[in-house]
């Protein structure tokens, strides 16, 4: 029989766990806890360390340092004693989650980093677990080595995410499993042709006119009929315009563009996606980000914006259209329109903490989660 899972550490017992290591008291490290500021942005820096990216925008970006936090959109919370170095850090955005009609204050926390001379001390737990009082949902999207275990302890479990490709370029597919090259040439533009019209038969197809169009901004004017419109069934994270706006459109490393479906005049759908590097030689590939889908036709809603998207990335060069999501009302459309699904992975897990009526069962259907709710913008 499987080991019972260990129960989540107390927080009070972590706080002086990691406290000791710090050679501090517990209520001198609750005191030392707090958002980063203007004053902590060199500090900051040098702890992340991160190299070849703009990491001054981003984290200027991300969690508001320098603006005021006027959007309050995003946090960075650390540990630092006074001018000291910064020894610990821990991230959150603020995720809107819509269900069955009601909109719960969830947050995503990300960017959890520790002074490697901190390792093993409960600094991760306790990070985690100092963040929990603040929403009434906390959302784990992903896991690495390190965080993984981590995420099993203090998170109940939904279904993992999927991560599904539709390949565009056959030949560059069989030249990476060893065939040559000039076979490649020859036989995957054949394999390209046969996938395309296997899609367009299979895809589903709505009984109205649906049109879509690429928009410029995010506007609550269709985004808010939208949200209303989606199914009560399925729990999402669903930012407002504004957040949405931020999120997608003024990330310093990722802008996404932006795509409705209309029904007439209402919209009944939405999709973000980018052209972003996904390999060697310049291969790029077409990322979808987030979509949204009305209650009633959704199938054929988000079929009729694959079949905007996908020309795109082909006349773009892509090599592929490729998303990472839980979202097991969508996955039979996504078939359909060609994607396959990947192999699952054990960093592909997802998890909640919540006080409110969410669903959490790991076996529930119940959600959409998107790779808006995963904090690797431009790392694809």
Not at 233 to 253: F, H, I, K, M, S
């Amino acid at each position: 029989m499987a080991a019972e899972p260990r129960p989540p550490p107390d927080f009070e017992r972590t706080t002086r766990i990691f406290a000791r290591a710090l050679g501090w008291s517990p209520d001198e490290l609750l005191a030392r806890f707090r958002p980063a500021g203007e004053a902590d942005l060199e500090a900051l820096l040098a702890f992340r360390d991160r190299t070849g990216w703009d990491d001054e925008a981003y984290v200027r970006w991300r969690y508001g340092i320098g603006h005021g936090h006027e959007h309050a959109y995003g946090r960075l919370w650390i540990v630092r004693h006074e001018d000291g170095p910064v020894v610990a850090a821990i991230g959150t955005e603020v995720q809107p989650i819509r269900h069955a009609g009601v909109v719960h204050a969830g947050q995503l926390l990300m960017d959890v980093q520790l002074d490697p001379a901190l390792e093993g001390a409960g600094g991760g737990a306790w990070l985690n677990q100092a963040m929990f009082g603040h929403a009434d949902a906390t959302l784990a999207v992903g896991g690495n080595t390190h965080s993984m275990g981590l995420v099993r302890r203090l998170f109940a479990p939904l279904p993992p995410r999927s991560h599904h490709v539709l390949p565009l370029d056959a030949a560059a597919v069989l030249r990476r499993r060893g065939t040559p090259a000039m076979l490649a040439a020859v036989v995957g533009p054949a394999m390209d042709v046969g996938w395309r019209i296997r899609n367009r038969v299979l895809a589903s197809r709505s009984p109205r006119d649906i049109r879509v169009q690429e928009v410029a901004s995010v506007s609550a004017e269709w985004l808010e009929p939208l949200y209303a419109a989606l199914s009560p069934a399925t729990a999402c994270v669903a930012p407002g315009a504004a957040q949405l706006q931020w999120r997608l459109r003024d990330n310093p490393r990722a802008a996404y563009r932006l795509y409705i479906a209309m029904d007439g005049e209402r919209c009944v759908g939405y999709l973000a996606a980018r052209q972003t590097p996904v390999g060697v030689d310049g291969e790029t590939g077409m990322h979808l980000i987030d979509w949204k889908l009305a209650d009633g036709d959704a199938e054929a809603v988000l079929a009729a914006l694959l079949s905007h998207v996908v020309p795109l990335a082909r006349r773009q060069g892509c090599s592929k259209v490729f998303t990472t999501c839980l979202a097991p009302a969508a996955e039979g459309a996504l078939e359909r329109c060609g994607f396959l699904r990947g192999q699952p992975g054990a960093h592909l897990l997802t998890g909640i903490r919540t006080t409110t009526g969410l669903p959490t069962d790991a076996r529930t259907p119940h959600w959409q989660i998107t790779d808006l709710s995963f904090d690797s913008d431009g790392g694809y």
